[in-house]
């Protein structure tokens, strides 16, 4: 018995339906801004999810439709026949592997405001459009019905002429005009389509035959299905409707993939779900109602915990869409018994954001999501070093980290230097927020690798300066070493900082807090403020940490108030569908939150705050104020060196001297790593860092310029 047979439940085939699975990882649908944009990102993408172990790999959400289109997005498109051999490429790439491919037919009803096509959008009645567009969907009347019907049906068969071996019919996400009919609340219409539940499910059911007549013969049917949407009565609830759902339709479909919505549910961020299965008490009574297989999600990584739901009966398939983009050979790791080299999600949702922001994927784990066909690279090969150079790496955050692993994987000789007493940077430091804990996973997996490198020698405590660097002799150095927050305001909205002068509060800034923060501490800088003292934080950053400060200095027992210049708390995390979120759990915290508000003046103790629209201010006193407003490189040794020695420049092959992460150019932990990432795989080549050295995919101008 091999030491790691405990595992090999995971690997046993699976049948669906007319197909098999060859084993129980299951990559369920997700987005990856790539799609009918990039058709060869988004296969080679795809291609090695099934290479590192995948038994199932999924699109992501493929439109059937232009009457539900959601551009600018970039998501699939199957709308006819031409659009088949884009997902060739994609099946292709799966079935090279042996894993069966599965496409997300979905018609996103009144969740888009078809910006391209200009069809008015689909809806069970007439409604606005979700989001803030000035558009209407109109109520479907039976002939949109049995259209609908038909173009489910030719996508399908379009699917399975593609190569596809699993089809979706989709009601989940509150994306879907399946799942509008579904939800009580939206499916007012009188006829035999609304009402009672079967009559609300009557599309569905009519959907899900009709694909299952056209192509169940070669294809297996999955039924992707929101069981709730965490609003209570007012939404589907799993132990309420959305249990007669799964009755009703319990033995239609060959496999049910079953979730929770909305997305920001579904994909939930490890500071508001920190624990993996979070699904399951929502998910696992859907066994309990059908023989066919289930497939669940829960941003699960944890081997152990993936055979034990397993065996308890909970899940037949390991779902995943995070785990799967943080390590696409998962799967592998865990056959292999490589468990310590799984690089886990952190859940963060930059992922997601990508998505929100319209750009291709990214992941702070993974650096080479995205990347894998327009820049060559892989997530488990790196080129060989070119010569044998040796190379000081300066600061172990995750820019430090990743370049000294990578460099260290490719055979150089690496010395990585970090001034504090443990490595990590700013994952260490801010794991220790509220909510921030996994991101310490982003140094303990690459730090637990290094350390199985002889040729890296890391020197912990150590603060080189820039004549100690001199000294050293080492030829190419390479600097990662952050970013600090500014003192004085200085930001997107204080260009040249904010007059302090007559300010007598503490002004303290990120770092101070991050870095030192311990209640019970005599260093803690908030030690001489008495217990209730009012803090204001300033936010002019966006991103997570002014909320996260917030929190933080309200569990610490300070009557906290929060100042954004944006209309909304942490605005950012609208994209990392945190945003509600955060601003539920501040008000909910007693945090006193002023919005479009920019700090004008502070004299004394008095901070005074005005409308970033004009007109009217108000004025409090507090006992501190602390600026997250923006982040400056800490390029000190850089110019040091530039200063002290002719000899360094940028451009000499034989010696180099390179900012990479923060230090180059402040913004997420996801930049550095990739940035750290990038230095490596570019180290000993000719590229240089400005160029966009990457594949593009262009339109077939011959083609298209064709008239008919
Ligand atoms: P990034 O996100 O770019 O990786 P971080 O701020 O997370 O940046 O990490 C920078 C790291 O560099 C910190 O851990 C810091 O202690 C370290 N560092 C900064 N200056 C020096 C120095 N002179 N010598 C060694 N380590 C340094
Ligand atoms: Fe996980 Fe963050 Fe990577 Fe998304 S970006 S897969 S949430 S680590």
């Known amino acids: ?110 969740h888009t405001p078809n910006r391209s096509s200009r069809l008015a959008p689909l809806s069970a009645v007439h409604m606005p459009v979700e989001g803030i567009d000035p558009v209407n969907a109109r109520a479907m009347s039976k002939r949109d019905i049995a259209d609908l019907r038909q173009w489910h049906v030719d996508a399908a068969i379009r699917s399975m002429q593609a190569g596809y071996d699993i089809v979706y019919v989709y009601a989940a996400h509150d994306m879907s005009v399946l799942m509008h009919f579904l939800q009580a609340r939206v499916n007012t219409r009188s006829d035999e389509y609304g009402g009672s539940v079967s009559n609300r499910l009557r599309l569905t059911r009519e959907i899900l035959q009709a694909v299952k007549d056209a192509v169940g013969h070669r294809c297996a049917i999955a039924f992707r299905l929101a069981v709730d949407e965490l609003m209570g009565p007012d939404g589907i609830q799993a132990h309420e409707d959305g249990r007669e759902i ?13 979730n929770v919505s909305d997305w920001s549910n579904d994909s939930a961020t490890a500071r508001f779900q920190p624990d993996e299965g979070y699904q399951l008490p929502y998910t696992d009574f859907v066994k309990s109602v059908t023989t066919k297989p289930v497939v669940g999600v829960g941003r699960f990584t944890s081997a152990d915990k993936m055979v034990a739901m397993i065996k308890k009966g909970q899940l037949d398939f390991i779902g995943a869409a995070r785990p799967s983009i943080a390590d696409p050979y998962l799967p592998n790791k865990i056959r292999e018994g490589r468990l310590d080299m799984i690089r886990e999600c952190i859940g963060c949702n930059i992922c997601v954001a990508s998505d929100n922001i319209v750009a291709p994927i990214r992941c702070t784990q993974n650096p080479t999501q995205g990347e894998e066909w327009r820049k060559g690279w892989h997530p488990e090969s790196i080129e060989p070093a070119t010569g044998d150079e040796q190379i000081l790496v300066v600061g172990s955050g995750p820019a430090g980290l990743e370049s000294a692993l990578q460099l260290a994987e490719r055979g150089y000789r690496v010395m990585l230097a970090e001034a504090g007493e443990q490595p990590g940077g700013r994952c260490i430091r801010e794991s220790r927020l509220p909510g921030l804990s996994s991101y310490r996973r982003v140094a303990d997996y690459r730090i637990g690798l290094i350390r199985q490198h002889r040729n890296v020698d890391i020197h912990i405590g150590n603060a080189l300066s820039a004549q100690d660097i001199l000294d050293m002799e080492i030829p190419h ?96 995390t609208v994209n990392t569908l945190e945003q509600e979120k955060i601003q539920s759990r501040l008000i909910a915290k007693n945090i ?117």
């Open 1 to 110: 018995m091999s030491i790691h047979s405990r595992f090999d439940i995971l690997f046993e085939p699976v049948r669906i339906g007319p197909v098999t699975a060859p084993n129980r990882f299951y990559q369920v649908p997700h987005c990856n801004g790539l799609g009918h944009a990039r058709p060869f990102a988004e296969a080679r993408n795809r291609g090695v999810k099934a290479e590192g172990g995948w038994g199932v790999v999924s699109t992501q959400e493929v439109e059937i439709h232009p009457t539900a289109e959601v551009s600018p997005f970039q998501e699939g498109r199957l709308w006819d026949d031409r659009d088949i051999p884009y997902h060739q490429l994609t099946t292709d790439a799966i079935h090279e592997h042996g894993s069966l491919a599965a496409i997300e037919l979905v018609h996103m009803g009144h």
């Open 246 to 258: 799964v009755c009703e339709l319990a033995e239609l479909p060959d496999l049910w993939d079953v």
């Open 477 to 572: 150095v390479c600097l990662a070493t952050g970013a600090s927050w500014c003192h004085n305001g200085f930001g997107r909205t204080h260009h040249h900082g904010i007059d302090l002068s007559g300010a007598e509060l503490k002004i303290l800034t990120a770092d101070d807090l991050i870095k030192e923060f311990a209640v019970a501490d005599s260093n803690n800088p908030l030690s001489d403020l008495e217990p209730g003292a009012p803090i204001l934080v300033y936010d002019d950053d966006h991103y997570y940490m002014g909320g996260v400060l917030a929190e933080h200095l309200q569990e610490a027992g300070f009557a906290v108030s929060l100042a954004t210049t944006e209309s909304i708390i942490s605005s950012w």
């Open 592 to 708: 006193t939150l002023h919005t479009n508000k920019r700090v004008s003046t502070i004299n004394s103790h008095n901070i005074e705050l005005a409308c970033t629209y004009g007109g009217s201010t108000i004025q409090s006193d507090y006992a501190a104020a602390v600026m997250v407003t923006a982040r400056l490189p800490d390029t000190g040794i850089y110019q040091q060196l530039k200063n002290l020695s002719d000899a360094v420049t940028e451009t000499d092959s034989s010696r180099s001297l390179q900012c990479i992460g923060d230090c180059h150019a402040p913004s997420t932990i996801a930049a550095a790593v990739y940035q750290g990432h990038q230095y490596a795989r570019s180290f000993g080549l000719s590229k240089g860092s400005y160029s966009a050295d990457y594949t593009r995919e262009f339109v077939n101008l011959e083609k298209n310029l064709r008239i008919n």
